[in-house]
DNA sequence: CTTGACGGCTAATCAGAATTAGCCTATAAT
DNA sequence: ATTATAGGCTAATTCTGATTAGCCGTCAAG
């Protein structure tokens, strides 16, 4: 990796940790491996590090987003994707989502770095929003929804089904971010909510 | 409200917003009315202001916890308050306990101070896990519990009940925290919420 | 071969924020 | 009345961390 591009990496690791006002610019540069000065011949300053990585951050969410638009824009994709879902699926939903997110690790740490900064930032705290709450619950919503219209699933109300999928799933995340030594005990927890919930919503109980 | 005080009341104000390291005891000073200088007839430093508020915080919550042991341990309290639990209890307690956690103004500034903070202090990790997960699942579990016990609540799982009966919640106070304009629209889906769980775990399904 | 850009280094410099020194006033206890 | 203390102030001082200056070696393009 080019150390322009490690310096990004190297920094939001400890960004990520510490927040933007602990660390140092010889930290960061102790890490890539140089000095801090050197750190001037490929960024302007210690803000201009930061932007780079919201910067960075904003394409892959971009990217990512418009995939899953030209998915929802798109029937075939979708059938064919879910023709044959089922209860199964949505306890893999469920799982897959939460080990990305846990161990995907640019994920992680722009997760954490956001936690850090969020209060004193409008445009982190409307990221935040838009990662762990909207997009989420509109984008589970949509293949839930999905589910209830094939009957897998039984509800009146698809969007609050979806919040009591995600948000033990969120709440677990949070959990193990804060003590990733909890992770174990958090997987069996998001074990038995998949079950229950599919106890709850999924056609066994009609 | 003495000098002293302020201080700490203060302090935390800004810490909760900014974050340790991004505030100055220059802008503490200037709220409280003083100048930087003399904070220093009251607190050794600017890390002592720090300590301070968290061991105010330890007084409070050992003081609640302490309080819920008690009742915890004594039947004939628990009896009483609870022995007329009915549905709406249950969604009381959802509203309650997201207005409290949202409007406590000492609460919420405390949370989010940790929830800058959590990651580079074990020790405050420790009181943010406590204090929104492990506490809130096991004194909502008690309740909860009794609700079950009581065939209000129907479900062979207490734990994995009440997650899906706090996770929400929690989930929506955090939304909250990073943009109390949407808390209207938070206590909207809160109420959904707690209808839905109702129905899924009420013994209207029975 | 030689030159200029790139990216590294050391040694300043600068800026800003925490802390200390030392003084002053009010007040409460002797 | 006297004095000790609490708590405020201004004016340093100190510390720390970001940034700049200026030097040097490498290497690719001409």
Redesign the interface.
């Known amino acids: 990796m080019d150390t322009k591009h490690k310096i990004l990496d190297e920094a939001l690791t400890l960004f990520?940790?510490?927040?933007y006002?602990?660390v140092y610019v010889n930290d960061i540069a102790e890490r890539v491996g140089i000095k801090a000065p050197s750190l001037y011949k490929h960024y302007k300053n210690k803000q201009a590090i930061f932007d780079a990585i919201i910067d960075e951050m904003n394409n892959r969410f971009m990217e990512q987003a418009s995939q899953l638009n030209i998915n929802g824009m798109d029937p075939t994709k979708d059938a064919d994707i879910y023709k044959n879902m089922n209860e199964d699926s949505m306890i893999e939903l469920g799982k897959n989502l939460f080990l990305y997110y846990l161990h995907d690790d640019y994920t992680k740490r722009f997760r954490?770095m956001l936690?850090?900064e969020?209060?004193?930032d409008k445009d982190l705290?409307?990221v935040?929003?838009s990662q762990y709450?909207d997009m989420p619950l509109s984008y589970q919503g949509m293949l839930l929804g999905l589910m209830a219209a094939q009957g897998i699933l039984i509800t009146d109300?698809v969007?609050?089904?979806t919040?009591?999928f995600?948000?033990?799933i969120?709440?677990l995340l949070t959990?193990c971010?804060?003590?990733p030594k909890?992770e174990k005990e958090a997987l069996k927890?998001l074990e038995?909510?998949l079950r229950?919930?599919d106890k709850?919503?999924g056609r066994s109980i009609a």
């Open positions: 990520s940790e510490w927040g006002a602990n954490k936690t850090i969020q209060f004193h705290a409307a935040y929003q709450y109300n969007p609050i089904m919040l009591h995600y948000a033990p969120y709440l959990v971010d804060r003590e909890r927890t038995e909510h229950q919930f709850l919503y």
